[in-house]
C-alpha cells in the first residue's frame, strides 16, 4: 500500500461497518510488497474486486482497473455453469456454482439479470445474447459491470434460432468478436468488438466448399460452438472423423481428428464439453460405459484418455428427496447412453450429464466426480428445451462503446 493513500469510498457507502472494514482490510495488507497484493488480487471472485476491494485506496483501483489485470483475473475466476430453460418465450436462467456447505458441492443462484434472453458462449465475463422478443439481434453485455452494446444486424438477417454464434477473443490484436455461421457456404460473419473494423460484419469463406460437407445439408443446422478461453472455437459437424476448429486470432479453420478410439465412433454417441481450458471429446460407448479424453495439445492433434466411466466401478448413492420404499432394492443407476454430457465444472474434475430429449421433461441433470467415481443425481425441474452455457466472470467492459443497462 502506497503512503498517503487516499480511500475511495463509492455513492451511499464509506460509513459505518463499510468503512470500518475497509480500513481493517488496508491494515492487514500495510506491509505487503505490491506484486503479492496483485497475486493475491487475482485469485479474488471479480465481483468482490468490482463492488468492494477497488473503492478502498487508489493504488488498489488502479491496480483492479488495469486492463491487464482484469483479463488475468477472468481467465483465473471459478467456471461456473449456466442452466436456461426456455418459458414461453423467454428463459428462466439459474448459475450451478460450487458450495462447500451443499451435501453434493453445488448449488444453483439466481442469475443477475432479468429477462436477458438466449445466452451464447462468451468469454471474460462478457455475454453474446438474444434479447426477449428480438431474436434477430445481438447485444453483448456483462451483468458485473453494467456493459451492453447492440450489434448490427448481420448481413443474412438471421433469426438466430438455427445458427452458431459465440464471442471470442484475439490474443494478437487483444480485442473480442462475434463469430456467427448460418450457412457453411455463404461463409462465416465476424463483428470486430474494438479497433477500425468495430462498425459493421465483415464475411471469410466458410471451411467447406459445396458437395464437401460431411453432414446431409437439408436436415443439419449450426450450433454453438465449444469455446476454449474465447481463443478457439470448436464445431460438432455431423462427422464420425473430426470437427471443425477457428483459431479466433487468425480466423483460420481445420479439421480436428476425432481421438483414435479402439471403439467405433458414431456421429451421436460423442458430446464436445470444456475442461479446464482444453477441449473434452465425452464417447458412450455402451449403456455401462463412457471415455473421456482431452484435446492436450490443440496444434498437435494430440489426444490423451483422461477417465473412463464404467457402471461397475460407479458410486451412486440415492439422493434422499428420490427415496421411494417400492424401489428400495432396484439398482437405479441410469442407463449411460441416456446421458450427454453438457459441462465441466472444479477445474476439470466435475462433468455434468443432462438426460438426453428423448426422454422428455425429468428431475433435473447429474453430476459425476472423476475422483471419487460418485454419480449424483442433482434436482432442479428441467423442461425438454434447456442450454448448458459454461461462464466465468470478469470485469471486461468494451469502454470506448459502454452505456448502461436498462
Known amino acids: 500500500m502506497m503512503e498517503n493513500d487516499r480511500e475511495l469510498v463509492p455513492r451511499g457507502r464509506g460509513k459505518g461497518k463499510d ?12 506491509l505487503l ?3 503479492i497484493i496483485y497475486d493475491i488480487f487475482l485469485k479474488l471472485p471479480p465481483r468482490d474486486l468490482h463492488k468492494k476491494f477497488r473503492f478502498i485506496s487508489e493504488s488498489w483501483n488502479r491496480m483492479i482497473c488495469s486492463d491487464k489485470f482484469i483479463l488475468q483475473n477472468a481467465i483465473n475466476s471459478k467456471p461456473e455453469l449456466l442452466i436456461q430453460v426456455a418459458c414461453s418465450r423467454t428463459f428462466k436462467s439459474k448459475l450451478l456454482i460450487e458450495a462447500e456447505d451443499e451435501e453434493i458441492g453445488f448449488k444453483l443462484r439466481d442469475f443477475d439479470m432479468k429477462s436477458v434472453g438466449r445466452v451464447r458462449p462468451g468469454c471474460h465475463g462478457l455475454y453474446l445474447v438474444n434479447p426477449p422478443r428480438q431474436t434477430e439481434v445481438m447485444r453483448v453485455l456483462n451483468p458485473l459491470t453494467n456493459f451492453a452494446r447492440a450489434l448490427p444486424l448481420c448481413p443474412t438477417r438471421c433469426p438466430h434460432k438455427a445458427c452458431g454464434s459465440a464471442l471470442g477473443y484475439d490474443r494478437i490484436a487483444n480485442r473480442h468478436k462475434v463469430v456467427h455461421v448460418y450457412n457453411a457456404i455463404y461463409g462465416f460473419e465476424i ?6 473494423q468495430g462498425k459493421e460484419w465483415r464475411r471469410i469463406p466458410g471451411p467447406f ?12 443446422f449450426w450450433s454453438d460452438p ?6 478457439v472455437l470448436h464445431w460438432y459437424v455431423d462427422s464420425c472423423e473430426f470437427l471443425i476448429s477457428m483459431d479466433v486470432s487468425d480466423e483460420r479453420f481445420s479439421r480436428t481428428p476425432l481421438p483414435d478410439c479402439d471403439k467405433v465412433v458414431y456421429e451421436r454417441n460423442y458430446a464436445l464439453v470444456e475442461m479446464d481450458g482444453r477441449l473434452c471429446f465425452v464417447h458412450t460407448i455402451s449403456y455401462k460405459e463412457v471415455d473421456v ?9 494430440v489426444w490423451v484418455k483422461k477417465h473412463s466411466i464404467t457402471s461397475e466401478t460407479v ?5 434422499l428427496w428420490d427415496y421411494a420404499p417400492e424401489r428400495e432394492l432396484e439398482n437405479d443407476l441410469p442407463d449411460l447412453r441416456r446421458l450427454v454430457a453438457v459441462g465441466c465444472l472444479r477445474n476439470g474434475e466435475v462433468v455434468v450429464f443432462k438426460l438426453h ?21 442433482f434436482k432442479m425441474k428441467i423442461k425438454a428445451k434447456q442450454y448448458f452455457i459454461p461462464h466465468r466472470s470478469g470485469m471486461v467492459s468494451l469502454k470506448s462503446e459502454e452505456q448502461s443497462l436498462a
Open 293 to 301: 479424453w482431452v484435446l492436450e495439445d490443440f496444434h498437435g492433434r
Open 226 to 231: 465449444v469455446s476454449i478461453n474465447g481463443e
Open 33 to 35: 510488497p505490491e506484486h
Open 315 to 319: 458410486k451412486y448413492p440415492r439422493p
Open 191 to 196: 463483428f470486430d468488438l474494438g479497433g477500425l
Open 357 to 377: 430429449l428423448s426422454q422428455g421433461t425429468g428431475f433435473g441433470f447429474y453430476l459425476y466426480d472423476m475422483k471419487r467415481r460418485v454419480l449424483r443425481k
Open 19 to 30: 468503512k470500518k472494514k475497509g480500513e481493517r482490510v488496508k491494515n492487514v495488507f500495510a
Open 209 to 220: 466448399k459445396e458437395y464437401d460437407q460431411p453432414y446431409n445439408v437439408d436436415d443439419f
